[in-house]
């Protein structure tokens, strides 16, 4: 069982599962999420790896949003959404979840080395507007054994516990859009903090 999700965390993912703007989520929300994400890969469109990365929405869509859909109109609304984050539970959701980060993860993998490289990253993110420095804090949270690349282990973690864990601090968003506000960001009144941008434990 999934634990209980925070509304802001709810509201930004329905915003960028949003795509067209409909304030509601449908199938072809989702679709147009895997062909930016082909598109972003470069990979050929009729590639095995474009294939793949489309079924692992498809079955998002399938598994976890279709259900939410309670009065059978295709489409789900704010409200649907909410109560089925909360009911949703891990067997539907982290199959999912895990099928379009494998899928990700092999066409960004473009080396076919077994790991994402920082270029690797920064090629895969800038597709969804992060900047470079954003990109290298994203490598920095995720490689968790610090030996300078993302593994395969290391990039499902990072996202499936940013869903799971509510009190996760990785940002798993990016596989939806791009990165809103990010910690680098200067803040608003300029203050005498004099800490670095990036915080010792990441
Ligand atoms: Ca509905
Ligand atoms: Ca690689
Ligand atoms: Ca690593």
Redesign the pocket.
């Known amino acids: 069982m999934i634990p209980s999700w925070k509304r802001s965390r709810a509201l930004d993912l329905f915003d960028r599962l949003d795509v067209t703007g409909s304030a509601t989520i449908t199938e072809p929300d989702l679709q147009e999420l895997a062909e930016h994400t082909v598109v972003g890969t470069k990979a050929d469109p009729d590639s095995v790896k474009a294939k793949a990365i489309r079924a692992g929405y498809d079955y998002l869509w399938q598994t976890v949003f279709a259900p939410m859909d309670l009065n059978g109109d295709r489409q789900v609304n704010l409200v649907e959404f909410e109560e089925g984050l909360n009911h949703l539970d891990d067997d539907s959701f982290v199959p999912a979840i895990t099928m379009i980060a494998t899928a990700i993860f092999n066409a960004y993998d473009l080396d076919e080395n077994g790991s994402l490289s920082q270029q690797e990253i920064i090629n895969w993110l800038g597709e969804y507007g992060v900047s470079h420095q954003d990109a290298l804090a994203h490598v920095r949270d995720m ?5 300078g ?3 395969y282990k ?1 990039l499902v973690s990072a996202i499936t516990d940013y869903y799971i864990n509510p009190e996760a601090s990785l940002d798993g968003h990016w596989m939806f859009g791009p990165k809103r506000v990010t910690r680098h960001e200067a803040p608003a009144e300029p203050t005498l903090d004099l800490m670095p941008a990036l915080s010792p434990e990441f």
């Open positions: 490689d968790t054994n610090r030996n690349t993302v593994s290391e």
